[in-house]
């Protein structure tokens, strides 16, 4: 609970703190958004950054205060920011995880879970990288794991394209048309965790339906073996 209370109260004032940034240099705001949003996709060290209620405050900011921000100009940057921080993590699992797996005994640094980063990708690795955008968390190591995975870079960098401008347009636009609501406003810190849990539901679908999948495999082959018998 004491976690939870930290978490509403640093969405409680992240906003007005923005508010001020920008009243004192725009510039600097634009350039400090792009920077969370590159880092929070692009670095595996930082999966503690905001993104999606970042991207929502950020509409919210662009709505109300529309004749000092630029809408146009911040989707094209937190788009642009989106693509590279997810190519840069792509290239860093390329050339550093065939280095760090290499250790055979390791409990976590082993090449049996490259070889399995390898197989998920090349079965599930278009839906990976665009669902994982909307996942607090995931979406900053998916980048990394299909680069340990060799994941075809131009199939890859085509979803990471589709998957940002999903991403950056449906939180931010999610925010310029609704984040100046009366109601949502006076309840913006519950609304900012509700994003977040609709952003997770997407993921846990797809896992849900795998998981039946591979049940209803299950069931069949034995039943194909008792009849076999």
Request: glycine letters at 6%.
């Amino acid at each position: 609970m004491d976690l939870l209370h930290a978490a509403l109260e640093l969405l409680r004032n992240l906003e007005p703190q923005l508010k001020q940034l920008i009243e004192y240099n725009v510039p600097a705001f634009y350039a400090l958004m792009f920077a969370i949003i590159f880092a929070e996709t692009g670095l595996v060290v930082t999966p503690f950054l905001p993104g999606d209620s970042l991207l929502f405050i950020i509409g919210a900011l662009a709505s109300a205060m529309s004749g000092t921000l630029n809408l146009p100009l911040i989707l094209g940057l937190l788009i642009i920011a989106a693509i590279l921080g997810d190519a840069v993590n792509y290239s860093i699992g390329y050339k550093v995880g065939p280095k760090v797996f290499k250790y055979e005994h390791s409990w976590f640094f082993n090449k049996k879970h490259l070889l399995r980063a390898q197989e998920f990708y090349e079965r599930y690795g278009s839906k990976t990288i665009i669902l994982a955008r909307f996942v607090p968390i995931v979406r900053t190591f998916a980048p990394f794991v299909a680069g340990i995975g060799k994941m075809n870079y131009p199939k890859f960098a085509f979803y990471n394209v589709i998957g940002a401008i999903a991403w950056v347009m449906i939180c931010v636009l999610a925010g310029y048309f609704f984040g100046e609501i009366p109601w949502v406003k006076r309840h913006f810190e519950l609304v900012v965790v509700a994003i977040i849990f609709i952003s997770v539901l997407p993921m846990v679908i797809e896992f849900l339906l795998e998981w039946r999948r591979n049940r209803t495999r299950a069931a069949t082959e034995l039943a194909f073996k008792q009849d076999a018998a």
